[in-house]
């Protein structure tokens, strides 16, 4: 059985600046395309089978810097922020004091940014993970996506409920497996950034 990939995408503004970006199409800064391009090594070589990334340019720019074709997803989506979209943590305590998101979820945006909960975001990464599965029978599978999302997506895969998704930090521009053990699903690899290319070794 293969191992299922998770791509966060590269830095962009808004990630650097802590704004919550769910649907907003936020281009990545030239660190983040710089930090797509060197996750290539650590895929090079493997039995990739399949590649899909959420249909955001975030994305699939950050795929295709790591030299991989995707075919857009819509299930792959960042958790839609309703009202929150674009804003930081500190601005929306500023509203409602000790908010949480993984607790407190987010309220209605405006058009386009109706918002989700965290069981909705769970449904889509079910859904998601049902199409994969078969595929890992084959060879790898890669996932390029957002923080949050992958985030409960593995929780979904190491069959805890979404919120669980709370326990995994993810950064910018970094690699994550996942894979089974005994035929039970298990987490690989966790958060691994990209090796810089005065550190990788020489041919």
Known sequence: MGELILLRHGQTEWSKAGRHTGRTDIPLTADGEAAAKSLAPALAGRP????FSSPAQRAVRTAELAGLTPTPDPDLQEWDYGGYEGMTTAQIR??????YLWRDGVIPGGPGHPGETVQQVGARADAALARVRPLLAEGDVVLVAHAHFLRILTARWLVLEPAAGRLFRLDTGTLSTLGTEHGQPVMLTWNTPPVPPAQRPGP
């Open 48 to 51: 990739i089978r399949a590649v």
């Open 94 to 99: 500023e509203q409602r004091p000790g908010w």
